[in-house]
T-cell receptor, first 112, second 116 residues
Framework: GQQVMQIPQYQHVQEGEDFTTYCNSSTTLSNIQWYKQRPGGHPVFLIQLVKSGEVKKQKRLTFQFGEAKKNSSLHITATQTTDVGTYFCAGLTGGGADGLTFGKGTHLIIQP | GAVVSQHPSRVICKSGTSVKIECRSLDFQATTMFWYRQFPKQSLMLMATSNEGSKATYEQGVEKDKFLINHASLTLSTLTVTSAHPEDSSFYIC????????????FGQGTRLTVV
C-alpha cells in the first residue's frame, strides 16, 4: 500500500533558526496536505498542494510540492515558540482509497 | 472553517466493556467520515472510512467486529470499541471533508481512551 515517509522525526532548534521537514511518498499523489498538531490537541489543516512544482507561502511558512508529485517540504523561517508542535504531511492518491495517508510527523522543539 | 465535534474527549473503561465515540459535523453534511488512531508521539493511522448509509471500509489489520462503525446520518458517525482491552488504549480521532476528495479534512478534538 501507499507509504508516506517523513523526516526528521524530531528537530530541536534555537528560537530564530529555520526549520524544514521533508515528506516522500512511495506513489504519485493527487494532492498533499500539511497539518499541525499542538501537544494535546488535534491536527489542524495548514495547506493543500495540488499542482506539480507548486510553491505556497503563509507568512514564515513555505510549502513545496515536487515536480513528480511524490515529495513535499515545509520550511519555517525564523522559528518562534508558537511554532512548537508536530507537523504532518498527508497524501491523497488518485486511487480508490479516500482517506489520507499521514507521514509519521516531525516534532519541532524550540529552545528559547 | 467547518466544525467537527467529537465526544467524549476522555473516557476510562474497564476491560471487557464497550465504549462508543461520537463524531458530528456541526455545520456541514459529511457523506464520508474517517476514523484514525494515534499512539503517543506517533502518526495518525487510518482505521476505517465511514460512509453514510452503508458499511464502513476498514483498513487492513483493523478488526471490523471489534471497532464497530455506524454512519446513520449525514452528520453523525460513531465508533464503538467492543470488549475493550488495555492495548486498545489510544487516542482516537475522526475527520470529515466537506465534499469531494481534494478538500481539507476537519478533525474532531479526539478521544483519549484508557482501558483499565
Amino acid at each position: 500500500g501507499q507509504q508516506v515517509m517523513q523526516i526528521p522525526q524530531y528537530q530541536h532548534v534555537q528560537e530564530g533558526e529555520d526549520f524544514t521537514t521533508y515528506c516522500n511518498s512511495s506513489t504519485t499523489l493527487s494532492n498533499i496536505q500539511w497539518y499541525k498538531q499542538r501537544p494535546g490537541g488535534h491536527p489542524v489543516f495548514l495547506i493543500q498542494l495540488v499542482k506539480s512544482g507548486e510553491v505556497k507561502k503563509q507568512k514564515r511558512l513555505t510549502f513545496q510540492f515536487g515536480e513528480a508529485k511524490k515529495n513535499s517540504s515545509l520550511h519555517i523561517t525564523a522559528t518562534q515558540t508558537t511554532d512548537v508542535g508536530t507537523y504532518f504531511c498527508a497524501g491523497l492518491t488518485g486511487g480508490g482509497a479516500d482517506g489520507l495517508t499521514f507521514g509519521k510527523g516531525t516534532h519541532l522543539i524550540i529552545q528559547p | 472553517g467547518a466544525v467537527v465535534s467529537q465526544h467524549p474527549s476522555r473516557v476510562i473503561c474497564k476491560s471487557g466493556t464497550s465504549v462508543k465515540i461520537e463524531c458530528r459535523s456541526l455545520d456541514f453534511q459529511a457523506t464520508t467520515m474517517f476514523w484514525y488512531r494515534q499512539f503517543p508521539k506517533q502518526s495518525l493511522m487510518l482505521m476505517a472510512t465511514s460512509n453514510e448509509g452503508s458499511k464502513a471500509t476498514y483498513e487492513q489489520g483493523v478488526e471490523k467486529d471489534k471497532f464497530l462503525i455506524n454512519h446513520a446520518s449525514l452528520t453523525l458517525s460513531t465508533l464503538t470499541v467492543t470488549s475493550a482491552h488495555p492495548e486498545d488504549s489510544s487516542f482516537y480521532i475522526c475527520s470529515a471533508r466537506v465534499s469531494g476528495r481534494n478538500t481539507e479534512a476537519f478533525f474532531g478534538q479526539g478521544t483519549r481512551l484508557t482501558v483499565v
